[in-house]
């Protein structure tokens, strides 16, 4: 198989996946923006803080995602998939950001404790959001 096929196997062309993958970058945006708030830097100020602790995260979901099948129509068919594909791409998604982050390529570092925090936090927003697909999609039914 082809990595064109495959990957067409793997996001639909269809306005939803346009729509997943913005929102999953807006989720994952706006946790790196609070973070580097809660750490006293300004974001707006300075773009490429958010841009440097941004990139391991988006680099690893996007991977994840892809491979996952997560900008598919099946990924936010019901909330049992949204939660059932998302969750385990998320975790294996934070513990691949954290890794990049570890590296010289990546500007940052990790602790266990900020592990922690993106799992939880970056999951509600990532995994909330999905859900949210999930419902909208119910109600425009």
């Known amino acids: 198989m082809s990595t064109s096929t495959?990957?067409?196997s793997r996001v639909d062309l269809r306005p939803l996946a346009a729509a997943l993958a913005v929102g999953d970058v807006l989720?994952?945006?706006?946790?790196v923006v609070a973070?580097?708030?809660q750490h006293g830097e300004q974001p707006f100020s300075n773009p490429g803080i958010v841009a440097g602790a941004l990139a391991p995260f988006l680099v690893a979901w996007v991977a994840v995602a892809l491979v996952g099948g997560l900008y598919t129509a099946d990924a936010v068919?019901?909330?049992r998939r949204a939660l059932g594909w998302t969750v385990p791409a998320w975790v294996v998604a934070v513990l691949m950001g954290h890794a990049l982050?570890?590296?010289p390529v990546f500007r940052g570092g990790t602790t266990a404790a900020f592990v922690l925090v993106t799992?939880?936090?970056?999951?509600v927003l990532v995994v909330g959001w999905r859900l949210l697909v999930v419902a909208?999609?119910?109600?425009?039914e």
Do not use: D, E, H, I
Not at 27 to 31: H, M
Not at 119 to 123: D, K, Q
């Open 77 to 79: 068919s019901t909330p």
């Open 101 to 103: 982050r570890a590296t």
């Open 6 to 8: 495959y990957l067409r």
């Open 35 to 37: 973070g580097t708030v």
């Open 136 to 140: 909208g999609q119910r109600v425009v």
């Open 119 to 123: 799992l939880v936090v970056g999951g």
């Open 27 to 31: 989720a994952l945006t706006a946790f």
